[in-house]
């Protein structure tokens, strides 16, 4: 069965500081695994995935297959970074599969 | 431009009153899908549909029933709500099979009274 841990509900940072959302999964297969975001009162919506390897807006995410691990991060917060991130796997199923998110505040 | 809309945005039933949540798409994509999210949870994946072909989770409750009657709507019923049911109901997209973009609607929250 597959699982997405993502152990921290709540997270504040700093403006400008380093901010680092951590996620782990259980999958027996090669997972596919994503970063969405759901700003407030806006619907969830795709941040980033790792087969792209890509940053966007400032964040990046390197899946570790050794601690399995897809931890989220971006070197300097900014405020319009507050908002609820979820990490999600897809299986070979095409099933979406999402961790409990993770509450991000950035402090000005 | 909304691609994924579900309607209503709020929906209060009364316990035990069948209900239907819709969801409807413009981007002519394969596969939809319906989440119950609760409070400080994960959205949890009731079922999807591949074109016509529904995928019901293991632990999805027989209460739950969902029809695609074509590729772009989709209904999630409620025989009969519970107390329980009251979360926030999601439905998405994706194009195809494989690691494609999930798209979201904006969710209806359901309130069983």
């Known amino acids: 069965a597959q699982r997405v841990t993502q152990p921290e509900k709540l997270l504040s940072v700093f403006k400008g500081a380093p901010v680092e959302l951590k996620c782990n999964y259980s999958y027996s297969g090669s997972p596919e695994l994503f970063w969405y975001v759901q700003y407030s009162r806006q619907r969830l919506q795709l941040l980033l995935r790792?087969?792209s390897r890509e940053s966007i807006k400032g964040f990046t995410a390197d899946l570790n297959k050794g601690e399995t691990s897809f931890h989220l991060k971006k070197p300097f917060a900014q405020e319009e970074d507050s908002a609820m991130y979820y990490c999600?796997?897809?299986?070979?199923?095409?099933?979406?599969?999402f961790g409990t998110g993770t509450s991000l505040t950035v402090i000005p | 431009d909304a691609m994924v809309i579900q309607n209503p945005r709020y929906q209060v039933t009364q316990f035990g009153k069948p209900v239907t949540l819709s969801c409807s798409q413009t981007l002519n994509h394969n596969v939809m899908y319906w989440y119950q999210q609760k409070s400080s949870q994960a959205p949890k994946l009731l079922f999807h549909?591949?074109?016509?072909?529904?995928?019901n989770e293991a632990d999805t409750p027989d209460n739950f029933q969902s029809r695609r009657p074509n590729t772009s709507f989709c209904f999630l019923d409620i025989r009969s709500p519970g107390l329980g049911d009251a979360a926030m109901y999601l439905c998405?997209?994706?194009?195809?099979?494989?690691?494609?973009?999930?798209?979201f609607g904006q969710g209806t929250r359901l309130t069983v009274v």
């Open positions: 549909y591949y074109d016509k072909d529904f995928n």
């Open positions: 790792h087969i």
């Open positions: 998405a997209t994706s194009r195809d099979w494989g690691s494609t973009e999930a798209f």
């Open positions: 999600a796997l897809v299986n070979t199923g095409n099933q979406f599969y």
